[in-house]
C-alpha cells in the first residue's frame, strides 16, 4: 500500500482514520459541494466523496491513495445539510426531535497509481428523543454546530438527545473505518 491522503478537514475523520493506525497525510479538498440539492441518492452522495478525492488526486504529483468521504443526514429522503445560522439549525433539530433518521456517509477511495476509483456509502439510524426547545436552543448556542450536517454532532449530545442508535457510530461521526479499510485493501 503506497501514500494515503485524506482529502477533508474534518478534525472528526481525521481522528477516526488515526485509530486504524494507518500512516496518512492531509490535503483538504477544495471541490465547492452542491448545497442546492435537497432529495437523497446513495450516488449524489458518493460522487460528492469521489468529487473530493478526485479534487485532491488531480493536484498531486505523487501516487497515493486518496480518501474522500461525505456525510449526510436524511428525514423523509430529505438531506439536511449543514445549517447557514443559528436559526436554521434549531429548525433542523426541531424536525429531527422525536424522529428516527438515517445518517450516510460515503466514501471514495482513488488510487493515483492505477487511476482506479472505489466507493461505498454507510447507513446508519439514529432515533432523538422528544425534545423541548430549551434543549434545542441550548445545544446549539453551546455547541455551535453550524459547521454539522443535520446541526448536531453525535459525539457532543448531551444526555437526553439520544433514543436509539443502529449501525456505525463511527460512521455517524463522520468516517466508517471497516467500510474505508475494505476499500483499501
Known sequence: ???????????RRQNILKETNLKFEIIPS??????????????????????KALDVSN????????????????????????????????????????????????IAVINTENNTVKKTAVTSYVEFEQLTDEQIESYVKEYKPLDKAGSYGIQELPSGFVKNVEGSFKNIIGLCPDALMKLIV
Do not use: C, W
Open 30 to 51: 477544495q471541490y465547492e459541494e452542491d448545497h442546492t440539492r435537497t432529495v437523497f441518492s446513495y450516488e449524489f452522495i458518493e460522487n460528492l466523496a469521489y468529487n
Open 59 to 106: 493536484r498531486i504529483k505523487e501516487n497515493a491513495l486518496v480518501i474522500g468521504a461525505d456525510t449526510v443526514v436524511v428525514l423523509d429522503d430529505e438531506i439536511l445539510g449543514k445549517p447557514k445560522d443559528e436559526a436554521e439549525a434549531i429548525s433542523m433539530l426541531k424536525r429531527l426531535s422525536g424522529r428516527k433518521h438515517k445518517v450516510v456517509t460515503a
Open 1 to 11: 500500500m503506497g501514500k494515503i491522503i485524506l482529502a477533508s478537514s474534518s478534525p
